[in-house]
């Protein structure tokens, strides 16, 4: 469908884009889902939609009433989107720290910004959380999004994610790559592809290699919206219930480099500009390529745009900066030279 009567209704049906030049010499068929072509750029665009229009008929969320959330961006892109076109505020807490353009964009939908710098564990009362949830029960009308917590959340993409992509690949699907931040796209999207194809949909989580989903220790990282980390003080490691462990195979740990070397080939090889957490994907898919078959068609998630991180990953300095090596002229992905 190419003509919609709202915005809402352009949120998901994303394009599958075949990968032809960074799969060179790769035997199976890896396919990408570009969600940074959702209206707000994002995957939680379609996250958004759903937790809201959950609310609404749940009745926790009425006309002028607030919408609130603590994310790393994406999700307060979506919820600002939303909020924007259903006439509610909006207030995103977030982190300084997160891409200069999320916050612009957050900004940009009419969005409140809540910029909250405290590195504490979640349940401290200066956390990002913490602070959301305060200011939810302070404000007559508010709303906590909860997207860790919400099951609005995975189902969103067992209603739409998934089925894309068994429609999209006619059933062609075996094995399905994405990262995991709070979830929410690989418990729905996977799940619906393994309760479709009698379980043989094999299901990948692509995880920075600091994250503990992975066994990594759970020390901070750059790349932003996957992993899962834990602040040194915490001592339960409390996974979200938007995850559900139980459909997810294996997971493949990806250094931040590698990443940032995956979403830079593929920028300058096939001309798809992916984010952070594309990489992260995206090197996981390439390393597990290596190891199937022709008759293998890997799905990859991308779950935002690189236009999102023009600033960071795609600048020079910033790299440098940052500690990483530019892959300009050495082109690296993964353990594969290409
Ligand atoms: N990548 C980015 C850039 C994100 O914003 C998110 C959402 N936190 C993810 C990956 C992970 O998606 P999910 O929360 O559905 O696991």
Redesign the pocket.
């Known amino acids: 469908m190419t003509r919609y009567e709202s915005v809402l209704e352009s949120i998901g049906g994303t394009p599958l884009i075949r990968l032809i030049r960074v799969t060179e010499g790769l035997r199976p068929r890896v396919y990408v889902k570009a969600e940074g072509q959702n209206p707000g750029g994002?995957?939680?665009d379609r996250?958004a939609l759903s937790m809201l229009r959950q609310a609404e008929a749940d009745g926790l969320l009425r006309p002028g009433g607030t919408v609130v959330e603590a994310?790393?961006?994406?999700?307060g892109i979506g919820l600002a989107l939303v909020a924007a076109h259903l006439g509610y505020r909006a207030v995103i807490f977030t982190s300084p720290h997160i891409a200069a353009e999320k916050r612009a964009q957050i900004l940009a939908y009419g969005a409140d910004l809540r910029l909250v710098d405290a590195f504490v564990p979640r349940d401290h009362p200066d956390s990002l959380r913490s602070q959301a949830q305060a200011f939810v029960e302070r404000t007559p009308g508010a709303w906590l999004a909860g997207?860790y917590d919400n099951p609005a959340?995975p189902a969103a993409?067992e209603a739409t994610t998934g089925p894309e992509i068994w429609a999209d690949t006619e059933g062609r699907v075996t094995h399905l790559v994405?990262?995991?931040?709070?979830?929410?796209?690989?418990s729905g999207a996977g799940r619906y592809l393994k309760d479709i194809s009698g379980g043989t949909v094999r299901v990948i989580g692509a995880d920075p290699v600091t994250s503990s989903y992975a066994g990594g220790d759970g020390s901070q990282k750059y790349v932003?919206?996957?992993g899962h980390f834990v602040h040194p003080a915490t001592v339960d490691d409390i996974w979200p219930r938007?995850l559900d462990t139980t459909v997810i195979d294996e997971y493949v740990p990806v250094s931040d480099q590698d990443a940032i070397d995956a979403i830079r080939d593929l920028a300058r090889r096939e001309g798809l500009l992916g984010?952070?957490?594309s990489g992260v994907a995206l090197a996981a898919a390439l390393r597990l390529a290596e190891r199937l078959d022709g008759d293998d068609t890997i799905v990859v998630l991308l779950?935002?745009s690189g236009r999102q991180y023009l600033s960071t990953y795609f600048d020079e300095t910033w790299l440098r900066r940052s500690g990483f090596t530019s892959t300009t002229d050495a082109r690296t992905v993964g353990s594969r030279a290409v």
């Open positions: 994002g995957v939680k996250a994310t790393s961006g994406n999700t997207q959340n993409h994405s990262t995991v931040g709070t979830g929410g796209t690989i932003e919206g996957a938007s984010g952070g957490s779950p935002d």
